[in-house]
């Protein structure tokens, strides 16, 4: 079974300092998907970033970026400039394959704070 | 784009009693909708894949006729916590997917499950 494991319970970065999440997982597939969501106070999950497994480059969204390593099987996230809106629960997430229901499996979440 | 909604956002309700949550995809056909439970400062944890127009696929561990799940349409789903005990009371998300070859869930804002 596919499992995915966030090793940072709480994070605090500085305003306009960059911080990164952690996250590893664990899988015997070769193409997958893999996410990280932010879920802020209000509880809504909002997606982040996407990469897919086969593709080398790291996905990047503005601020954001991941450091995949396949073969290590670690998937981390880069928040660049944090800002006070940054500050969420934040989900490291593995999508299984169409053949077996592409469902989101997810780590147990990082909390972020941003001191002004 | 690609907006989920869930209603209702919070329901009470009495110990014995059912409640139905509604997750509805507002822009785009979901052949897919997922359903799972957040617990206070944890992770999602799936509860069932829903497929438009058959039967709902439960997680282990989920009882089948606790949780009746229907997805009459592409755009809705419902989940119908049947017999509702204060256990019960948690925070319920749902998600739907356009199609099966898409990458990317899109998350309702969930609702809030107490009972007394």
């Known amino acids: 079974a596919q499992t995915v494991t966030q090793s940072q319970p709480e994070m605090s970065v500085q305003e306009a300092e960059t911080v990164t999440l952690s996250c590893t997982y664990d899988?015997?597939?070769?193409?997958?998907?893999l996410f990280w969501y932010k879920q802020p106070p209000s509880r809504q999950m909002i997606l982040v970033i996407r990469?897919?497994?086969?593709?080398?480059q790291n996905a990047t969204e503005n601020r954001f970026s991941v450091n995949f390593q396949k073969a290590a099987k670690s998937f981390s996230l880069k928040i660049s400039d944090s800002q006070l809106g940054d500050a969420a629960m934040y989900f490291c997430?593995?999508?299984?394959?169409?053949?077996?229901?592409?469902?989101?499996?997810f780590g147990a979440g990082t909390i972020l704070r941003v001191k002004s | 784009g690609a907006v989920v909604s869930q209603h209702p956002s919070w329901v009470i309700c009495k110990s014995g009693t059912s409640v139905k949550i509604e997750c509805r995809s507002l822009?785009?056909?979901?052949?897919?909708m997922f359903w799972y439970r957040q617990f206070p400062k944890q992770s999602l944890m799936l509860m069932a894949t829903?497929?438009?127009?058959?039967?709902?696929?439960?997680e282990q561990g989920v009882e089948k006729d606790k949780f009746l799940i229907n997805h009459a349409s592409l755009t809705l789903s419902t989940l119908t916590v049947t017999s509702a005990h204060p256990e019960d009371s948690s925070f319920y998300i749902c998600?739907?997917?356009?199609?099966?070859?898409?990458?990317?869930?899109?998350f309702g804002p969930g609702t809030r499950l107490t009972v007394l």
């Open positions: 829903s497929n438009e127009g058959s039967k709902a696929t439960y």
């Open positions: 822009d785009f056909q979901a052949t897919t």
């Open positions: 997430a593995y999508r299984t394959p169409m053949e077996y229901g592409n469902k989101l499996v």
């Open positions: 998600s739907a997917q356009p199609g099966l070859n898409t990458d990317t869930q899109y």
């Open positions: 899988t015997s597939e070769s193409d997958y998907y």
């Open positions: 990469q897919e497994a086969y593709k080398q």
